[in-house]
């Protein structure tokens, strides 16, 4: 099982473009996050998800979109990114037992 | 939200030496989590400690929990230079509650 898995590595946008940030997990757990983590900062919620279909803003939801159309994928959507959207991003996963699975993170450069 | 702060920010010790690290939290919690993170990769879960529960060991890991406080402490027994992370505690993460981390403590074992 590879776990949680996120795409792209690294990425480098400019002022204005629009992306995505793709995040899958074949742990077939109900519940996913997004994270971004900034110097000094921890880790901020972004989105979350209790299930396909359902989501839900975190403390740091603008700027960026969510949906969850299946289980195993919860993409993250940047509609126009912003130097203050320069962070590493970090997606999770978590079942019943609570224990939260993160994924390698994704290193997003904002010029 | 519901936020641990971790406390020291930093800590520097000579292998072989012990670790605490403290967290305080705001709110009620069903559990707390301690996380390790290698600089530059993602997140793995350490331990998972109930709001029942005053005490749980792991291997070199040992966690309280004090509830009337709000706080926890996890104990790295016989340092090593691996374990050279960052820690950090998080509350929340039951069903429908995701995680919500504190900034974190820097962990350095010197060799």
């Known amino acids: 099982n590879a776990g949680v898995t996120q795409t792209p590595k690294f990425q480098v946008l400019k002022t204005g473009q629009s992306m995505t940030l793709q995040c899958a997990q074949d742990?077939?757990?109900?519940?996913m996050s997004w994270y971004r983590q900034d110097p000094g900062m921890g880790l901020r919620l972004i989105h979350y998800?209790?299930?396909?279909?359902?989501?839900d803003q975190g403390e740091v939801p603008n700027g960026y979109n969510v949906s969850r159309s299946t289980t195993e994928d919860f993409p993250l959507r940047l509609l126009s990114a912003a130097p203050s959207q320069t962070s590493v991003y970090f997606c999770?996963?978590?079942?019943?037992?609570?224990?939260?699975?993160f994924g390698p993170g994704t290193r997003l450069t904002v010029l | 939200s519901q936020q641990g702060e971790e406390d020291p920010q930093a800590l520097s010790i000579q292998e072989g030496e012990n670790a605490t690290m403290n967290c305080s939290y705001k709110?009620?919690?069903?559990?707390l989590q301690w996380y390790r993170q290698n600089s530059g990769r993602g997140l793995v879960h350490l331990i998972l400690?109930?709001?029942?529960?005053r005490e749980k060991h792991s291997g070199r890991l040992r966690v309280t929990l004090d509830t009337s406080k709000k706080s926890s402490s996890l104990l790295i027994t016989a340092s090593r230079a691996a374990d050279t992370a960052s820690y950090f505690c998080?509350?929340?993460?039951?069903?429908?509650?995701?995680?919500?981390f504190g900034k974190g403590t820097r962990l350095s074992v010197i060799a």
């Open positions: 999770a996963c978590y079942g019943r037992a609570d224990e939260q699975f």
């Open positions: 709110t009620s919690i069903n559990n």
């Open positions: 998080a509350t929340g993460g039951s069903g429908n509650t995701p995680l919500v």
């Open positions: 742990m077939n757990h109900e519940y």
């Open positions: 400690i109930r709001s029942n529960e």
């Open positions: 998800s209790v299930g396909a279909g359902i989501t």
